[in-house]
């Protein structure tokens, strides 16, 4: 069952608000399964506090699950949200407990949303994945940037990076893809759409350096600094 996430936005209005207010800039970074997001990320990141002279933060899946270990979720349960995949076979054992233990993982859900709200309220911060551009959407300080490239580019990119046969890659790229499908119509109701980014990038035809500078010059338009 997906939340509603005008009502989410609406409660986290405050956070977006000091956002608003403090005019820092926040990017979320999704992505195909093998285009270059990490890297891209890295580079952006030495390039963002090269020019502004301010000091910039990456998001990944290990950055938020370092933020939320003091709340007492079960990383597990952490995994089961992230991994939307194996969700119907969770709510099927939890619902089985009765409807309170099947809210604990609507709570574990928005807790994950809340600290990746909060990633993006305090600025300054590059959101990979984990549905960063639908969370954050009401926050206006974000640039949003989507990574593509066609699947035989993105299985030889995973066979490449993690060593396997083309084979195996092909099947990552595929179950991955659909994971992460998953997980953002658990987030919205809806399957990903390309008009939550400002920016849609060829990994396969646009170099990681060029693709830094196309948000670079989208930056500086905006006057992030």
């Known amino acids: 069952m997906a939340i509603d996430i005008v009502q989410y936005l609406n409660e986290k209005q405050s956070e977006a608000g000091r956002a608003k207010k403090s005019g820092l800039p926040f990017i979320t970074i999704s992505r195909e399964t093998g285009c270059h997001s990490k890297m891209i990320a890295q580079l952006l990141q030495k390039e963002i506090q090269k020019l502004s002279n301010q000091k910039w933060r990456i998001v990944s899946k290990e950055t938020i699950f370092e933020a939320v270990k003091d709340l007492e979720i079960n990383p597990q349960q952490l995994n089961y949200v ?30 994950l949303m809340d ?28 640039i949003h940037i989507r990574l593509t490239a066609s699947r035989d580019w993105r299985t030889k990119s995973i066979s490449t990076q993690h060593g396997i046969s083309q084979d195996a890659a092909a099947l990552f790229v595929d179950e991955t893809d659909e994971k992460r499908r998953k997980l953002f119509k658990d987030f919205s109701g809806n399957d990903p759409d390309n008009s939550l980014f400002d920016l849609v990038i060829n990994n396969e035809r646009i170099s990681d350096e060029d693709a830094v500078q196309l948000i670079i010059k989208l930056m500086e338009q905006r006057k992030c600094w």
């Open 82 to 111: 992230l991994d939307a995949a194996q969700k119907s076979h969770l709510e099927e054992i939890l619902m089985a407990f009765g409807e309170s233990r099947y809210k604990s993982y609507k709570a574990v859900r928005k807790t």
């Open 115 to 142: 600290t990746i709200g909060s990633f993006a309220a305090e600025g300054n911060n590059i959101i990979i994945g984990r549905a960063g551009a639908l969370i954050t959407a009401g926050i206006r300080a974000g």
